[in-house]
C-alpha cells in the first residue's frame, strides 16, 4: 500500500522532492516537452498515451521524445516504460538521462493492439534534478494492410515509473568516449570514416559487454558493417570487453548522401554502472557539400559490321558481327549501346547480346575506355529476295566528337531460292549462295552488290528470251 501511495502522490505532484520509494510519471501530464526529438508526439487522449502521427510519411522510423525534469533526490532505480503493443508493428523504447541512451526495449509481436506492454531497466543511475527522456519510433511490421502499403504502429507509451532500489554492489566503470572523422566536409556522394575511441578509465573494473550507439543524421547512411545493426537512426554496434585503463575502438564508414550540416552523435555503455556519464556521449558535426556537375565529356565511337556471308537464298539464317571502340584518347564512354534497325524482309533470329521489339535491336555495351573494343553478334533471317540492308548505329551517355562513324548501312544480297535452274549457254546451274565470300562494311559504308545478284538476272533474262522464241 505505501508504494502505492507514493506512486499516486508523485502522480498529482511531479514537480515537489518527494522522499519516496515510486515516481510514476503519465506521458500526457509529467512531461512538458514532447517535440525534441526527431519527430513530435501528439496526445492520443483516447487511451492515455503520447503517439507518433506515422500518416505523416516523415514521421515513419524516427523516434519522438518526451523529456521532464527528474524530481526525486539522485539515486539507483528500476525504470519501467508502460508501452502500448500494437499488431501493426513492434516499436522500439529507450530510456534517456541527461540526453544519453542508458536503455532500450522492443515491443512483442501482438494480435490485439493497446495491451500493456512493461519494459523494465534494472539499476539505472539518476542523479538529482537530471533531465529524463522516453523515445519511441512508428514503425511497420509489414503485416497490415492499409491503403496501398501497410500499418505503422505509433510507438505509444503511457507511463515511466522509477522504483527506488539498493546501490549495486559491482564497482563502477567510467568510460569516456571520443570521435573523430577523416573528412568533416565531404562531397554528397562521397564516402568517410567515423572512428570511435572508448577508454576505461576505472583503476580495477573491466567494463563488459559495451556497446556503442550511433544517431545518424540524415546526411549520412551507414555503408554495410558486420558488427553493427540499424533500426531506424540509431546504428547498434557490440564491442570487445575493455579491461581498466585500456581503450577500445571502432570504425565506421558511412556515404554523405545529401547535403547539409548534420550532427553525429555517440553513445556508449556496459554492463556496469558508469560513475561519470557525461563523458559517455561524443558529438561530431559533418558539413556535406552538394556535388558539383563535372565538364561535360565526349567521347569518339566508331562501329563496323561484317557477316558470316555477303550472299545468301531466302530462308537462310545470317550471322552479324558488330565492331564497337571508343576512339577518344582519355575519356570513358558510359552506358554504351547499339542500335540496329532490320529491313522489312529480314527477321530477328538469335543472340546472347542483343534484345529485338520487332525489326529493332538493341545491343547494351559495358562501359568503354579510351582505345577499348566491345563486340556483340546477333543473326537474323532473310524472307524475301533483294539486298537487305541493315541500319546500324551506336552511342553512349556523352556526347560524340565525331559523328560521322557512328552509323553503318551494312548489305546481304538475297537471292530466291525457288528459281529454276537456268541454261546459260552449255552450262546448266543454279547459283549456290552459300559459297559467296563473306562481307564487310565499317562505318559510313554500304556493302556492294555481289556475283550472286548479277547471276540470278541473267537467268531470268534468259528464261524470257526462251519462252519468246516458243512462241
Not at 509481436?109 to 493497446?114: E, G, P, S
Not at 538469335?350 to 563486340?375: K, M, Y
Request: glycine fraction near 6%; proline fraction near 5%.
Amino acid at each position: 500500500m505505501k508504494k502505492l501511495l507514493f506512486a499516486f502522490v508523485a502522480a498529482l505532484s511531479i514537480n515537489t522532492p518527494l522522499q519516496a520509494e515510486t515516481l510514476v510519471y503519465q506521458a500526457l501530464d509529467d512531461f512538458p516537452d514532447t517535440d525534441s526529438g526527431e519527430v513530435p508526439y501528439y496526445r492520443h487522449n483516447r487511451v492515455s498515451a503520447l503517439a507518433i502521427d506515422a500518416s505523416v510519411e516523415d514521421f515513419r522510423e524516427k523516434f519522438a521524445r518526451a523529456t521532464t525534469v527528474y524530481s526525486g533526490s539522485g539515486g539507483t532505480y528500476d525504470v519501467t516504460i508502460s508501452a502500448l503493443g500494437e499488431e501493426d508493428g513492434e516499436c522500439e523504447y529507450r530510456f534517456l538521462v541527461d540526453g544519453v541512451v542508458v536503455a532500450t526495449a522492443v515491443n512483442s509481436r501482438v494480435d490485439v493492439d493497446y495491451g500493456i506492454q512493461n519494459h523494465v531497466f534494472e539499476d539505472i543511475s539518476i542523479p538529482a534534478n537530471a533531465e529524463i527522456s522516453v523515445e519511441s519510433n512508428a514503425l511497420s511490421n509489414g503485416l497490415i494492410p492499409e491503403n496501398d502499403i501497410f500499418a505503422f504502429a505509433r510507438g505509444r507509451w503511457r507511463t515511466l515509473t522509477l522504483e527506488s532500489v539498493e546501490p549495486a554492489t559491482t564497482p563502477s566503470v567510467d568510460l569516456a568516449l571520443s570521435t573523430a572523422i577523416d573528412d568533416d566536409t565531404p562531397i554528397a556522394g562521397q564516402s568517410i570514416s567515423i572512428s570511435y575511441e572508448i577508454f576505461n578509465e576505472s583503476l580495477s573494473v573491466t567494463a563488459t559487454d559495451p556497446l556503442l550507439q550511433i544517431t545518424l543524421p540524415e546526411q549520412l547512411t551507414l555503408e554495410q558493417n558486420s558488427q553493427c545493426s540499424v533500426s531506424g537512426s540509431l546504428v547498434n554496434c557490440p564491442l570487445e570487453e575493455i579491461a581498466p585503463k585500456t581503450a577500445g575502438s571502432l570504425v565506421v564508414n558511412a556515404i554523405a548522401s545529401q547535403s547539409g550540416t548534420a550532427q553525429l552523435t555517440a553513445t556508449i555503455s556496459s554492463d556496469q554502472q558508469d560513475s561519470v556519464i557525461s563523458n559517455n556521449t561524443s558529438t561530431a558535426s559533418v558539413d556535406v557539400t552538394a556535388a558539383t556537375t563535372p565538364e561535360f565529356a565526349t567521347v569518339d565511337l566508331s562501329v563496323s559490321t561484317a557477316s558470316d556471308v555477303s550472299a545468301a537464298t531466302v530462308g537462310d539464317t545470317v550471322l552479324y558481327t558488330i565492331d564497337v571502340t571508343n576512339q577518344h584518347p582519355n575519356n570513358v564512354a558510359t552506358s554504351p549501346v547499339v542500335g540496329i534497325q532490320l529491313p522489312g524482309g529480314m527477321s530477328f533470329s538469335t543472340s546472347s547480346d542483343c534484345t529485338a521489339d520487332g525489326r529493332s535491336i538493341t545491343c547494351e555495351l559495358p562501359e568503354l575506355s579510351a582505345g577499348q573494343q566491345a563486340v556483340v553478334n546477333f543473326s537474323a533471317t532473310v524472307n524475301v529476295p533483294g539486298t537487305a540492308t541493315l541500319i546500324v548505329s551506336a552511342s553512349a551517355a556523352e556526347a560524340e566528337d565525331a559523328v560521322h562513324d557512328n552509323e553503318v548501312l551494312y548489305s546481304v544480297n538475297v537471292a530466291d531460292g525457288s528459281l529454276p535452274a537456268v541454261d546459260v549457254g552449255q552450262n546448266k546451274s543454279t547459283p549456290d549462295a552459300g559459297t559467296a565470300t563473306p562481307g564487310s562494311t565499317s562505318g559510313g559504308g554500304s556493302a556492294a552488290p555481289t556475283t550472286l545478284l548479277l547471276l540470278s538476272l541473267l537467268a531470268i533474262l534468259a528464261r524470257r528470251r526462251r519462252d519468246t522464241v516458243i512462241a
